[in-house]
């Protein structure tokens, strides 16, 4: 989303609260706590979103890169060890 159009939603919303309160309220002070709060409120939420987009792309080229490998493995023709019992038991 474009810096501009962010900014103008977010103002959008804030005035909304602030019309909203003060109708309901008739307070200007419940009106600046409840905005300043309102705002707090949505930068957690932008934080949390940018903090959730970063942890998903990771896990997604994470994933890539064990495709890649696994692709790579059969490419070669690379087969795992067969597991003998007779080597891992105990004497």
Known sequence: MPLKIFCRVL???LCSNALIVYFASHS???????????SLLLQLAYFASVLFLIWRSGC???????????GRCKEVGYQPPAYDPAKHSIP
Request: proline share 0%; hydrophobic share 50%; charged share 15%.
């Open 11 to 13: 103002g959008l919303v």
């Open 28 to 38: 200007i002070r419940t009106v600046v706590v409840t905005t300043l709060a309102c």
């Open 60 to 70: 997604v080229s994470r994933a890539g890169q064990r495709a890649e490998h696994f």
